[in-house]
């Protein structure tokens, strides 16, 4: 075969020798490139990827250090700080190696996850565990500052303008798939786990939100990649999302405050409505309160708005446990955020980047001491059978469920399809009020209701090990399959666009 030069001329001597000169002088080049990023990795004082290292962990040190020098053994192995900053770095850690796995074509997995893993590692490894030690105290107390971060987040999402233009289809999917699989777990709690029906619905309103931690992002990537905008996929599932999720917390902290009422079932039914109004008329008497003070001509505006709405976001949960009402405290968080955000208007952008920061600190925290609840040694296999068997077909029925409130809806049946496996994802809200109930339980400190609240705490763990990376995955690999995808393409020369709809 003879060999030819791109212009149709056999390669001449001079050809070659140049060839091969270009490819010395690549080689060269590569090997000085090498050579100087070995030198800048290892120059003195270090840079790049070794000074990240050493400064990040000096950090580290330091940050136990200043600790231990104020609060003395509370920072050694065994006391609470120690358990609280080591069970921080490994659930943050957790998260960050979570990040890496990266399948191709797949939206990575949830970093959650991770600080779920790492919590319950932390739990189970004997060595680890007797010096990795929390407080109950300690533990109830940082979640619930987590769930309080959480609602403030829920209600500052909230879009008055989307809920008066709210489309029938958007209210069913919110309502529909959260308000069944809550009644059906909790009648399968109740038969399967001999749960009182007031725990079993506990567990069914735990159960019944979907994540957002882990739907939105794997939307974002979709819509970046324009499958399913034409019909607004990706949109309806992130705006039913956060509706889906306030009514579950809503639902849950009703049934929170009957299940622990003293008297009748009229008189537990009225303490719910009561816990209600009273969450609802205090939210909005502290919400009014915060769109007007401080005023908008004040310095540090948007820091003193974030901190007014946490600091009441708290104490509305903490205080409503200590005097009572516990089902009020996170019904009264999400109007008082709802109310401020309505006020803010423009500047409502600024403080949830703020409230965002403060997420970022509490989540590994949230979902490292949920992992570390759940010990090995104290689970009975058919306890864990229990659990995952109710799961298990409260899931089937939510997937059911959600594709019968998309029909009728414009959509094809690919469509529904992935509207029905993209709700299955649970974590965040499962996370936050999973523990709610035994902390709760503990403070009463009567046994039966403490392995009511455990067998909760349970399935929310599992719910959270099961569906969060099993949704994730579904929803990277039928999105591509099941959602029309939209490209714009250029027509000739005149500069025209069409839009073409490839499945």
Known sequence: MNLRSTDGNEPTEGSNLLNSHEKKLQ?????????????????????????????????????????????????????????????????VAGGKLMGL?????????????????????????????????IKH????????????????????????????????????????????????????????????????????????????????????????????????VPTLLMAAGSFDDILAITGFNTCLGMAFATGSTIFNVLRGVLEVVIGVAT?????????????????????????????????????????????SGGLCTLVIAFLAGIGWTNKKADVEKIIAVAWDIFQPLLFGLIGAEVSIASLRPETVGLCVATLGIAVLIRILTTFLMVCFAGFNIKEKLFIAFAWLPKATVQAAIGSVALDTARSHGEKQLEEYGMDVLTVAFLAILITAPIGSLLIGLLGPRLLQKAERQNKDKGGQEEISVHV
């Open 283 to 327: 939210g909005s008497l502290l919400g009014f309160f915060i769109q007007y003070f401080p005023s908008s001509d004040q310095g540090n505006l948007v820091l003193k708005r974030a901190s007014l709405v946490l600091g009441f976001s708290v104490l509305a949960v903490f205080s409503s446990v200590y005097f009572g009402f516990p089902g």
């Open 101 to 133: 796995i990266k399948l191709p074509s797949l939206p990575p997995l949830p970093p959650l996850l991770g600080m779920l893993l790492a919590g319950f590692l932390i739990r189970n490894i004997p060595v680890v565990s007797d010096n990795v030690q």
């Open 27 to 91: 080689e060269t080049q590569t090997e000085s490139n090498n050579v100087q990023k070995l030198r800048q990795a290892f120059a003195c004082p270090p840079h790049g990827l070794l000074d990240r290292l050493i400064t990040n962990v000096t950090m580290v040190v330091l940050l136990w250090a200043v600790v231990w020098s104020v609060t003395g053994s509370e920072c050694l192995p065994g006391g609470n700080l120690f358990g609280v900053l080591i069970l921080f770095y490994c659930a």
């Open 137 to 232: 105290k300690w533990s109830s107390s940082l979640r619930s500052i987590a769930l309080s971060i959480i609602l403030v987040r829920a209600g500052l999402g909230l879009d008055s303008k989307a809920l008066k233009k709210l489309k029938g289809v958007c209210m069913r999917l919110s309502m529909g798939p959260c308000l069944v699989e809550a009644c059906t777990s909790a009648l399968i709690a109740h038969f399967l786990m001999d749960l009182p029906w007031q725990w079993g619905f506990i567990l069914g309103f735990v159960l019944g939100a979907v994540s957002p931690a882990v739907v939105v992002p794997s939307m974002l990537l979709l819509q970046g990649g324009g499958y399913g905008v034409e019909k607004g």
